[in-house]
């Protein structure tokens, strides 16, 4: 079959299609160039406008968030305090260390009640965090201070020197506990984590330890063999009981003697409930352990000697039920620095912090044990890392100015003592200590208006204080005057008249008082560097009494 051939056009004809043909390609193309120029100028034209209101938009969203006072939910929860109250931003910790921060966990259970309870599960989480080495955690104090305050987390962490925060909630109904956290880069203010815990109140232990582990794991922390073994070993425990436990920490937090007496009662119920509960044992320990030292200065030194014993016999049931307790380490070795057993103290202390390397009362309680042993350097990097780990504590700062006061930098002493006001304006252990510092560096007459501020509180630190400054001042008549009030206490302060005579030249007066705090051991450690003493150390009895405690 042949193929079908179509007839051709003429050659002129062809020509003149050719050339009208390529007219018309012509023509379309100039169009097309227009087309396309109007199109992207339209095109730039609108991007600008949507760049622009995009700007606005963004702006308005960053002002409201960060400036309203009804701000998104990762601002915090009331009014900010003004500039003059805000802390100061602290200095990023090395690159090689996690620094976080735990916020106060919201109560959700609908019972403002309940708020112990989110409190308590805060400081646990902050607790077994603080386990963690290589993990930098704001401890307690620090945190609590952003409880219902409005303001943008970025801020807080700039505030508190952190990498990383985490905020959440509990809720509490019936025998049922939901924990909701979340883990922000306060860098980019953006969530990076979160998740919620639904377990019964008798598995909260376990609770907490599984939040602690899931966030360790989200900012690349190493969890040590013995941590998670630690982190593991949770068992069960009876709600009732641990209630009690929680009440009994808020009430040790107050550091009051009130707050002491309280948590002691909640502290021996729980244990009534349960013998075998370490973390009960452990509380008292703590509680025996400080009740001395913010207890009312007229304690006996029998009464005195009688809660010793209390703290050593709750520290160590604490330890036979469980010897991973840092707690329970920490207040032996207070009670071994009461006894003046120096070395089982530093034992203790150093097991303490290798348990839980960020226990902020082992730093700062190793801290004073140090300064009072002349291992200066030491001291200062422990109360240093104490703040650090509590920048917004004023008894943190107290012992930091103390330990230089001991070292004899003045001037850095009465510099924390001044931060330690300021944080906490009616505590009278600063006060007095600040006065000390004043006293050092001959400032007698600021010295003596620090005291006669703070006298009134019946402190015997300000009152022993003042009376060396009035020596200091010259004022005999007005220094006679507090050595009386002094005497009239009973049982009478054998340490503080001491330092009294010591400051008015009357060596054997001192001396013999000073026997009479040896035997009562009132006092003693901070013997061997507490400027005070200065007027009695080229005297051989003084070097007598030094190696009467162990202290050469």
Known sequence: MSEEIRPSEPPGEQAAAASHNGEQKEKKKKKDKVRSAWISFAGRIVAQILGAVATVVLGLFVLQRYSSPGGSQN????????????????PARPASEISLAVLPLRNLSGDPQQEYFADGMTEALITDLARIDGLHVISRTSSMYYKDQKKALPEIAQELGV??????????????????????????????????????????????????????KEVNAVLTPLVEERLARRRPIDP???????????????????????AIRYFKE?????????????????????????????TTPAALRETQIKARASAERALALDDGLARAHTSLAWIERSEWNWAAADREFRRALELNPHYITAHQWYAMFLGEQGRDAE???????AVSIDPLSGVMHQTLGLVQYYG???????????????????????????????????ATREAIEVCE??????????????????????????????RKQLMARQPVPSNALAKWYAAAGDHSAAFEMLDRSLAERVDIPSFKVDPFWDPLRKDARFTAMLKRIGLT
């Open 408 to 442: 004899r930098r003045h001037d850095r002493a009465v510099a924390a003592e001044r931060r330690a006001l300021e944080l906490t304006p009616n505590a009278p252990l600063a006060r007095g200590f600040l006065a000390r510092a004043l006293l050092a560096q001959n």
């Open 75 to 90: 601002a915090a929860r009331t009014d900010a305090p003004s500039a003059t109250e805000r802390p100061a931003a602290r």
């Open 163 to 216: 990498k990383w925060i985490v905020e959440g909630s509990v809720a509490r109904a019936g025998q049922r506990v939901r924990v909701t956290a979340q883990l922000i880069d306060a860098d980019t203010d953006q969530h990076a984590w979160a998740r919620s815990y639904d377990r019964s109140l008798g598995d909260v232990l376990s609770l907490q330890s599984d939040v602690a582990a899931a966030i360790a």
């Open 270 to 298: 729980a244990i009534e409930n349960d013998a075998n509960f370490a973390l009960g044992h452990a509380g008292l320990a703590d509680t025996y352990s400080l009740y001395g030292a913010y207890a009312d200065v007229q």
């Open 379 to 385: 001291a200062v990097r422990h109360a240093e890392e």
């Open 453 to 482: 501020r703070g006298v009134s509180t019946g402190n015997v630190e300000i009152l022993t204080t003042l009376g060396v400054a009035y020596l200091q001042a010259g004022e005999r008549t007005r220094a006679e005057a507090v």
């Open 240 to 262: 009732a009981v641990y209630d009690l436990y929680l009440k009994g920490r808020e009430a040790w937090a107050l550091r009051t003697p009130a707050g002491f007496e309280q």
